[in-house]
């Protein structure tokens, strides 16, 4: 099996938050670690089925398992709760950059964050890889994040 890739997933997760999807992992968490299904989840969180499908298969890739993605969600969201999206939704739908004022379209989000805001990015990895030491620290016993597992 591969081996779980936690730096790729901190990466994508953070991305994707300040990109404005800060609904990923409770949508993720619903859907893949609870097992409700995709239509409600997806209505849920204003995204498509097929949307909600992609995200969890990214996930599942990086962590080399279904399994191993369901027990790293919820990881993934203690390490991430106090990021905040950059790219904001206002009540008319409008995606606007908190940092540089910039309108900018829903699907170019994530693209401006790595283009004009690397430092923020750069800044939000290292605080969640922070964060999953402390975890780790806490932990007896790693067991998800070796290389064994
Ligand atoms: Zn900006």
Redesign the pocket.
């Known amino acids: 099996m591969k081996p779980i890739d936690i730096k790729s997933l901190i990466n994508y997760v953070a991305l994707k938050i300040l990109g404005g999807s800060d609904y990923l992992l409770d949508a993720l968490e619903e859907y893949l670690v609870n097992g409700e299904g995709p239509a409600i989840v997806a209505h849920k969180y204003n995204i498509s089925k097929h949307q909600l499908r992609g995200y969890a298969q990214r996930i599942i890739e990086k962590s080399g398992s279904e399994l191993r993605a369901k027990k790293v969600i919820p990881i993934l969201k203690e390490i991430s709760k106090d990021v905040k999206p950059i790219v904001v939704r206002d009540e008319n739908g409008v995606y606007t ?1 908190s ?2 004022y ?1 309108v900018i379209a829903k699907e170019d989000a994530e693209e ?1 964050v790595r283009k ?2 690397k430092d923020v990015l750069t800044l939000t990895i290292a605080r969640m890889e922070e964060k999953l030491n402390e975890i780790r620290a806490k932990k007896a016993k790693p067991v998800i994040f070796t290389s064994a597992s």
Do not use: A, D, S
């Open positions: 950059c940092v540089c910039t401006h004009y805001h």
